[in-house]
């Protein structure tokens, strides 16, 4: 059992930046892609950024030059930075662990909401 805590969620302006954190029970980064999903009220769940356990990212097409993912092997914590943000960004932000084989498996955190104001 993977447990996931995000955190550094919180209202900043537009224009503004957060970095959220989440920290993983264990050292999963070589066996689990690691992301970063959100949900904003009334919309779908949406993968906002991606790291494989080989280190390739991939960002959504709203967020490219603006967030980046990355990870701290030794801390088992994969970060987003969130630059320029936008009131479209705001929504809860979950991080996500997805291991393809040999069986599927997935974990979610439980989410932080950030909030961008006009």
């Known amino acids: 059992q993977v447990q996931l805590v995000e955190s550094g969620g919180g209202l900043v302006q537009a224009g503004g930046s957060l970095r959220l954190s989440c920290a993983a029970s264990?050292?999963?980064?070589?066996?689990?892609?690691m992301g970063w999903y959100r949900q904003a009220p009334g919309k779908q769940r949406e993968l906002v950024a991606v790291?494989?356990?080989?280190?390739?990212?991939n960002y959504a097409d709203s967020v490219k030059g603006r967030f980046t993912i990355s990870r701290d092997s030794a801390k088992n914590t994969v970060y987003l930075q969130m630059n320029s943000l936008k009131p479209e960004d705001t929504a809860v932000y979950y991080c996500?662990?997805?291991?393809?084989?040999?069986?599927?498996?997935?974990?979610w955190g439980q989410g932080t909401q950030v909030t961008v104001s006009s």
């Open positions: 996500n662990a997805d291991k393809k084989s040999p069986v599927r498996v997935i974990y």
């Open positions: 264990g050292n999963i980064f070589s066996r689990y892609a």
């Open positions: 790291i494989t356990s080989g280190g390739t990212t």
